[in-house]
């Protein structure tokens, strides 16, 4: 219980700080140029561009239905974070509004590409603590839960309709920076979020199977797996070493089994996401 508390305290401390970030790129690098930002945010935006109603007004009233559905459909834990996170960022970016009178980038095209690395940066992180910045972002985690969707490539295609209704206020040329701008949040999210769960799978063939997987066993405390093949030269069989290791583990895996079998082969492939025993989901 005092893990699972310690593990809530850590994950709401991210999402804060994420959410303040998020803020101080839409009022920094978005806001002085009518940039778009996206789901219901983009939509928040659009009604402060043309009412001078802050953003962060209508992202809470907008998200409310919202935040029944997650609880329906997602779980409790999400829907707490989420709110959390939704509410954070609806203050800063009603504390920091007028941010851009001291300080903005006057280049669009910086804008673009720093609140687009900003934004999808901040977004990935609050998603890995399984929460997020509500709107599109609870529809979008939804569809992963359920389906394995990405959720980059699930935003950028509900973020295009936005984008086209911008366009048709604000002019083609603020339509174009936007798309431009939800593509880099769509590509950092998902780095963002694969990254924190990003893996290394080694395959080892070697006559000392049994040795290797003890070695990795005592040392790095990881299970390895072994399976049954045969050789495709000569047909004898042999047994393949499938383990899966964090990063930071690789170069003492190699280490074993280059002194346990100088002779063996090891192939290792990256692997982004990781589920089961020993290993943290990233939702």
Do not use: W
Request: hydrophobic fraction near 45%; charge should be positive.
């Amino acid at each position: 219980m005092v893990k699972k508390s310690s593990l809530m305290i850590k994950r709401c401390i991210y999402i804060i700080l994420s959410s303040f970030v998020s803020a101080l790129a839409v009022n920094i690098f978005f806001v002085p140029h009518e940039l778009l930002s996206g789901g219901i945010g983009g939509i928040a935006l659009i009604i402060q561009y043309v009412t001078k109603i802050p953003a962060g007004y209508s992202i809470i009233f907008f998200n409310i239905p919202l935040f029944i559905f997650s609880v329906k459909k997602i779980d409790l834990e999400f829907t707490v974070l989420t709110i959390i996170g939704t509410i954070a960022q609806s203050i800063f970016l009603i504390l920091t509004k007028d941010v851009s009178n001291y300080y903005y980038v006057k280049d669009i095209l910086l804008s673009c590409i720093y609140g687009g690395v900003l934004q999808g940066a901040a977004v990935g992180i609050i998603i890995s603590n399984h929460g997020s910045l509500g709107g599109s972002d609870i529809v979008c985690v939804y569809a992963r839960k359920t389906h394995d969707i990405d959720v980059g490539e699930m935003t950028l295609a509900i973020n295009f309709f936005i984008i086209s209704i911008g366009a048709l206020l604000f002019g083609l040329d603020i339509g174009l920076y936007t798309l431009m701008t939800m593509y880099l949040v769509s590509y950092f999210i998902d780095k963002v979020i694969k990254g924190f769960n990003r893996k290394k799978l080694l395959f080892i063939i070697s006559n000392k199977s049994g040795e290797i997987t003890q070695k990795i066993k005592e040392e790095l405390n990881r299970n390895s797996t072994l399976i049954l093949a045969e050789g495709g030269y000569s047909k004898e069989g042999i047994k393949i070493i499938y383990c899966i290791l964090s990063l930071a583990e690789v170069p003492k895996a190699k280490h074993i089994v280059d002194e346990l079998d100088k002779r063996a082969f090891l192939s290792i492939l990256d692997t982004s996401e990781v589920k089961g025993k020993g290993f943290k989901s990233v939702l």
